[in-house]
């Protein structure tokens, strides 16, 4: 859930909803966990931001002035099959689920929303999406973010030096085979000669900052990434 929630923090939600104290609740909340978040309070203004913001991912609430969720959702599905769509309901709305069967919707949240059931519903409905790569899983709650090039660890942005950060990304390029000291020396410092002392300890201070042992010495070549627990 941590990686799925570290990527949220990178996307951008249009949220539409015309009840001004549920608006306001959920606008909150949705700042916790998105990098931006813009706010309709009906479906033609949320048409329009979505044409002008281009977000991440949609929740809109399925009855509305002006235009309500299901129209919203088919103007958006004429030209765009890829943006996730979640449905906000009542119980008395259920029946017009039935008429968004073939608009892709991603989920219904029903009112009042649940904290755990938003979170779980938008971490699944964004991966869904081609823009949410970036994540690369390194170890248990150990994670490199390749768009914003930084390590977290539980959560929290390890910090790294320009060395450290160079080196991590050639580990994780070449993570299926070992990476000579030549090919370290000459990615780090491709104009002054290859100096083994200073790959050693730049080495030593990157597995410092990982926490995790998983940086692994081949004997008389180089260093690999441990990737036996890692995905392919």
């Known amino acids: 859930m941590i990686n799925n929630l570290l990527i949220l923090k990178e996307k951008r939600v249009l949220f539409a909803e015309d ?19 813009y706010v309709a309070c009906d479906g033609e203004e949320a048409y329009n931001m ?11 609430d399925i009855k509305m002035p002006k235009q309500d969720g299901l129209n919203l959702a088919r103007r ?16 008395a709305e259920q029946e017009l689920l039935f008429n968004a069967a073939n608009l892709s919707i991603d ?10 059931k938003l979170t779980s519903m938008v971490c699944t409905a964004i991966k869904r999406s081609p823009q949410s790569d970036g994540l690369v899983i390194l170890g248990k709650n150990l994670y490199y973010n390749s768009a914003t090039k930084e390590l977290y660890y539980k959560g929290e942005v390890v910090p790294l030096g320009i060395k450290e950060q160079e080196l991590l990304v ?16 000459k990615a780090l410092w491709p104009l002054d000669p290859i100096c083994e002392s200073a790959i ?3 080495v030593l201070r990157l597995r410092k900052k990982l926490g995790l042992d998983i940086i692994i010495s081949v ?5 690999r990434l441990d990737t036996r627990d890692l995905p392919k």
């Open 19 to 37: 009840d001004t104290i549920t608006r306001q609740q959920m606008s909150e909340i949705l700042e916790m966990l998105f990098a931006k978040v």
């Open 50 to 60: 979505f044409e002008d913001e281009s977000p991440d991912i949609i929740i809109t």
């Open 76 to 91: 958006i599905r004429q030209n765009n099959y890829t943006v996730p769509i979640i449905f906000l309901t009542s119980f």
């Open 107 to 116: 989920g219904y949240l029903v009112k009042p929303v649940e904290l755990e």
């Open 170 to 185: 050639l580990l994780i390029a070449s993570r299926h085979k070992t990476i000579t000291k030549d090919e370290i020396g």
């Open 200 to 202: 050693k300890n730049i």
């Open 219 to 223: 004997r008389g070549i180089g260093y």
